[in-house]
Nanobody
């Protein structure tokens, strides 16, 4: 069972950047996809960005497209989420995820990290 450990969260001002990292305990090429989800207080967990291992392609939620970039360093077994032009509505707990099925919805995820808090505020 893979262990996923997120880091890089924190407090950032609106318009600022932040980069999240997710270190996996094992080789991640056996999974169909790796992804970032987020959950704000009182809201459901939602998919933010997904990286499809076999095609090295990515997909983004419309709310972050053009501002966030997902990438993977296979040599380090690490997934990244570069977040630019952050907005207060991006404030949430961000979770790293891995799946053998798909990365669009919560029920398809096989493994979760513990989460890292991102707060966008002046």
């Amino acid at each position: 069972e893979v262990q996923l450990v997120e880091s890089g969260g924190g407090l950032v001002q609106p318009g600022g950047p932040l980069r999240l990292s997710c270190a996996a305990s094992e080789y991640t090429h056996s999974y169909i996809c790796m992804a970032w989800f987020r959950q704000a207080p009182g809201k459901e967990r939602e998919a933010v960005a997904a990286f499809y291992v076999g095609t090295s392609s990515s997909r983004y939620d419309s709310s972050v497209k053009g501002r966030f970039t997902i990438s993977q360093d296979t040599a380090k077994n690490t997934l990244y989420l570069q977040m630019n032009s952050l907005k207060p509505e991006d404030t949430a707990m961000y979770y790293c995820a891995a799946s053998n099925i798909g990365c669009s919805v919560v029920p398809s995820i096989n493994y979760w990290g513990q989460g890292t808090q991102v707060t966008v505020s002046s």
